[in-house]
């Protein structure tokens, strides 16, 4: 059975970081890439970035790469991201996923989802 497991999310001030996880099993990740939506309260859901699990390259979305940061530990099926300088327009659900073998990553060609971590920016 497949799980993807997110933790690490909480209520945060504006201009913390924090770095949210996702824990990976039962399922072969070569030749998928593994990343990151998010979804704000009454907004629709979009892509905070990927990395491609074999090669480690990583794609954001649109003004996503300047605060924020998507790694991946292999060894450990793990998949990180790392946001600096949170703004409260970062509140959100944050949601691990991971592409169809082959495919882009794009909600379309999605295989695995998370559950979800909630992120809440307030001072």
């Known amino acids: 059975q497949v799980h993807l497991v997110e933790s690490g999310g909480g209520l945060v001030q504006p201009g913390d970081s924090l770095r949210v996880s996702c824990v990976v099993s039962?399922?072969?990740?070569?030749?998928?890439?593994m990343g990151w939506f998010r979804q704000a309260p009454g907004k629709e859901r979009e892509i905070v970035g990927s990395?491609?699990?074999?090669?480690?390259?990583?794609l954001y979305g649109d003004s996503m790469k300047a605060r924020f940061t998507i790694s991946r530990d292999s060894a450990k099926n793990t998949l990180y991201l790392q946001m600096n300088n949170i703004e409260a327009e970062d509140t959100a659900t944050y949601y691990c996923?991971?592409?169809?073998?082959?495919?882009?990553?794009?909600?379309?060609?999605?295989?695995?989802w998370g559950k979800g971590t909630l992120v809440t920016v307030s001072s």
């Open positions: 996923a991971a592409s169809r073998t082959g495919y882009t990553f794009h909600q379309n060609y999605i295989d695995y």
């Open positions: 990395v491609n699990w074999n090669t480690g390259h990583t």
């Open positions: 039962g399922v072969t990740l070569s030749r998928r890439y």
